[in-house]
């Protein structure tokens, strides 16, 4: 397993991942973004207080979420925290000037003295091509030509630069600088190999999205990217792989699953309706929830077994609970984290030896 491989790194990091999903009622009324990003401050600043190592929130341009820019959510909550990373997950950079990305995520690094991080990725939807208008054909190229020039950013204060996709640059200073001249970068990927080799040979740290099927089929991925990150010559001391599952969490096992069940179910049918999806059934959600499934929805026992599982599976260093996946209450959101927090992390940390 690929944990046998890596089982000298124990310790891994328990945080949380959002979307910034927007509440809609039964008669598909949406709940406004300014109360929704409101309540995620309160949110963030729960998890601050109740010890969860990271915080990350994803780019989206869909009247369904709330977010479309995660470094301002950043540098509020910087001011309102101590200890938690801040995070994107993800920034879709194929998108984005990575200059521009760089910038901020520096300054939110800076604010938050040395909190923040970049996750790159491409992104769940693709509402933000026609938005800053980029074209589809140009998808694997985009993200190539940028995440490559956004690593020589993060390695260079002055750099000159030529590419396809954006204007050439000639001995700019890129400013400001994250602390330590260093900005803290994650690569999000899906099932593509490529992706992922692509993030082995460049050192990046890789965060897996397990939204769907077994969980463990997932593995020769895993070994794939620690086989492109050793054969580049990266230091395995500094070795970071993590994965991101919808999670949810209560009191009751049962309780919580049914009290979950009609609002995931709700958002999987929104999205799979623009994708052709059937229906979501109670059985594929039974299923998910079950040992081998890709969800950890139930009660603090079961999510801590679970994860404990995931961290001997792939040897993880970083375990992040998706859990505002169809928007549930602002307080069923705070339970959730308290419960993370205060009872799953813990039995966790005991067992995996933090």
């Known amino acids: 397993m690929f944990y046998l491989c890596n089982k000298e790194r124990k310790y891994m990091e328990l945080g949380i991942g959002m979307f910034g999903d927007l509440q809609i009622d039964a008669n598909g009324k949406v709940q406004s973004a300014q109360q929704r990003l409101q309540e995620i401050i309160e949110e963030i600043k729960l998890m601050d207080q109740v010890g969860l190592d990271f915080y ?3 780019e989206h341009h869909r009247p369904d979420y709330a977010v479309s820019t995660p470094e301002i959510i950043l540098a509020a909550a910087a001011t309102v925290t101590k200890n938690i990373k801040l995070g994107s997950a993800v920034s879709v950079l194929s998108s984005s000037d990575p ?3 760089y910038q901020s995520f520096a300054t939110v690094d800076l604010i938050s003295n040395g909190r923040a991080e970049l996750m790159a990725g491409r992104g769940s939807f693709i509402e933000s091509f026609p938005l800053y208008g980029y074209n589809l054909g140009d998808y694997d190229a985009l993200f190539d030509e940028k995440l490559n020039l956004l690593v020589k950013i993060n390695q260079e204060e002055t750099i000159s630069w030529k590419g396809k996709f954006r204007p050439e640059l000639k001995d700019q200073q890129i400013l400001p600088r994250a602390v330590d001249n260093n900005l803290k970068m994650w690569v999000a990927v899906g099932g593509t190999p490529a ?14 999205a397990i939204i769907g099927g077994n969980p463990a089929q997932f593995q020769p991925l895993f070994e794939y990217y620690k086989q492109a990150y050793e054969d580049a010559g990266h230091d395995m001391n500094k070795f970071q792989v993590g994965v991101h599952m919808h999670a949810f969490f209560g009191e009751e096992s049962q309780a919580t699953a049914d009290y979950y069940y009609p609002v995931y179910s709700a958002q999987m049918d929104r999205i799979g309706k623009s994708r ?3 229906p979501f059934q109670r059985g594929q959600y039974d299923f998910g929830r079950s040992k081998h499934g890709h969800l950890i929805i139930g009660d603090a026992n079961e999510a801590a077994e679970k994860i404990i599982m995931m961290h001997e599976l792939f040897g993880l260093t970083r375990f992040s609970a998706h859990m505002d996946v169809g928007a549930p209450s602002h307080d069923h959101m705070m339970k959730s984290i308290e419960i993370y927090g205060e009872k799953i992390a813990p039995q966790v940390r005991k067992a995996i030896g933090k």
Not at 195 to 208: E, Q
């Open 195 to 208: 992706s992922v080799v692509r993030a082995g040979k460049l050192g990046l740290p890789v965060m897996f």
């Open 56 to 58: 990350g929130i994803g």
């Open 99 to 101: 200059v521009r990305l």
């Open 276 to 278: 052709g999806w059937p």
